[in-house]
């Protein structure tokens, strides 16, 4: 039985939740979620470059023949503990925002889910964005691994970025679920932060596992799990991959192709031989750093897809009755792609964060919005 399973037996018989949300009563009238806009994106132009991996036709791209050629991820090590994580957050998904206005009760349940043992919250609370900096070794923890440096508080007060996962998106998923079993404000609206907050974690997760994959194999593992839960491509996807899929195959296809560069090269450069990026030969460095960009700006694409078809949303009727929180969605995750953007055209990212600022936007405003995003970020 999925942790989903039990919690909903629970909510049918004896939930010994039932002394932290009560029986439904003071829940907040709200209207049904709204779904991302199922407008088409056209990504005709784009393509991959010259220097990308091509699992598909691996006879065309310049990396030497490998384990992922084909497209069929390979275990590095045992299925990873990250498919359970993301399995959580379907079940959270499933709970708050893929169904009727959520209840104090759901968000307990969807709560309970998130912080299994050494579950989806425990890795949100020491999350690194490795976009950003890392944190200086004269400052590093002697008790925490490298990776795990965030876990330290004062490592996390100095370096907020960089420590995303405890300073930026456990806050504001914290902050949403105590508002959502409290019965405080639009439940709709915390869903929708929560949403963001997941989304998010798995963009950077993926990302971040991917490079520590260098030094510790398995790791590849995890970002493979952490995209899709645990299935292939063309398989039954979930989490981050299941969005990306459902509104933007090519998109989809192309973080695939991105983990099963990064994969290719474990394959290739053995961690025995080399165990760490230092120890890799010139020849190696340059083939990981082209497979983790590879990855990397098909993760950017990935998540500017849900943040644009959020903003299309924004003028559906469907969307009429949850106008604020499909917005809550939309400034999440458009502060979190900001460096992205900026890195790309200041501008840009100066005028999407007037739009993203405002609460009211109108129709011109959206599609400014989206026309901004595609410009600056168009594939992955």
Same mark, same amino acid.
């Given at each position: 039985?999925?942790?989903? =399973? ?23 009238? !709200? ?5 991302? =806009? ?5 990504? *005709? ?53 893929? @169904?009727?206005?959520? %209840?104090?009760?759901? $968000?307990?349940?969807?709560? !309970?889910?998130?912080? $299994? ?20 070794e004269a400052e590093w923890d002697p008790g925490l691994d490298p990776d795990k440096q +965030?876990? @330290? ?20 998923? @914290? ?13 709709n609206v915390h869903a929708a932060r929560i949403e963001a907050g997941i989304v998010w974690?798995?963009?950077? *997760?993926?990302?971040?596992?991917? &490079?520590?994959?260098v030094a510790t194999p398995k790791d590849c593992d995890s970002a493979w799990a952490y ?5 292939? !491509? ?5 989490? &981050? ?8 195959? %090519?998109? #989809? ?10 994969? +290719? $090269? ?9 165990? %760490?990026?230092?120890?890799?030969? !010139?020849?190696?460095?340059?083939? &990981? ?24 949303? #924004?003028?559906?009727?469907?969307? *009429?009755?949850?106008?604020?929180? @499909?917005?809550? &969605? ?23 964060? %007037? ?26």
């Amino acid at each position: 039985m999925t942790l989903f =399973a039990t919690l909903v037996a629970c909510r049918a018989g004896d939930d010994p939740l039932d002394g932290d949300a009560g029986d439904g009563d003071g829940d907040v009238a !709200a209207g049904d979620p709204c779904d991302p =806009a199922d407008d088409p994106i056209d990504e *005709s132009a784009c393509g991959p470059l010259d220097t990308d991996y091509l699992p598909a036709d691996s006879d065309a791209d310049t990396y030497p023949a490998c384990i992922s050629d084909g497209g069929v991820y390979e275990l590095v090590s045992d299925p990873p503990g990250s498919i359970a994580r993301i399995e959580a957050a379907e079940e959270i998904a499933e709970l708050l925002w893929r @169904n009727d206005a959520p %209840t104090r009760e759901d $968000f307990t349940m969807a709560r !309970a889910a998130y912080e $299994f043992d050494q579950g989806l919250g425990s890795r949100v609370e020491r999350r690194e964005d490795l976009h950003y900096p890392e944190i200086p070794e004269a400052e590093w923890d002697p008790g925490l691994d490298p990776d795990k440096q +965030c876990a @330290n508080t004062q490592n996390a007060e100095n370096h907020p970025d960089r420590c995303a996962g405890p300073v930026k998106i456990r806050p504001l998923i @914290n902050d949403a679920f105590i508002a959502g079993m409290s019965g405080e404000g639009d439940p709709n609206v915390h869903a929708a932060r929560i949403e963001a907050g997941i989304v998010w974690f798995s963009y950077i *997760s993926v990302y971040k596992e991917a &490079f520590t994959c260098v030094a510790t194999p398995k790791d590849c593992d995890s970002a493979w799990a952490y995209y899709g839960g645990g299935a292939q !491509a063309d398989g039954d996807v979930i989490g &981050f991959a299941r969005f990306v899929r459902d509104y933007s195959p %090519t998109a #989809h296809q192309r973080i695939f192709d991105g983990i099963l560069a990064v994969r +290719c $090269f474990r394959d290739l450069y053995s961690a025995d031989d080399y165990p %760490t990026y230092a120890d890799l030969p !010139a020849e190696g460095q340059a083939l &990981f750093d082209r497979a983790w960009e590879q990855l990397d700006d098909a993760l950017a694409r990935g998540f500017t897809v849900a943040l644009r078809q959020h903003l299309l949303a #924004h003028d559906d009727e469907q969307c *009429s009755e949850a106008l604020e929180a @499909n917005w809550a &969605f939309v400034q999440v995750v458009g502060e979190a792609l900001d460096r992205e953007v900026r890195e790309r055209d200041a501008d840009a990212a100066d005028e999407l964060a %007037t739009i993203y600022a405002l609460s009211e936007p109108s129709t011109a405003d959206i599609e400014r919005a989206v026309e901004l995003l595609d410009m600056v970020i168009p594939c992955g």
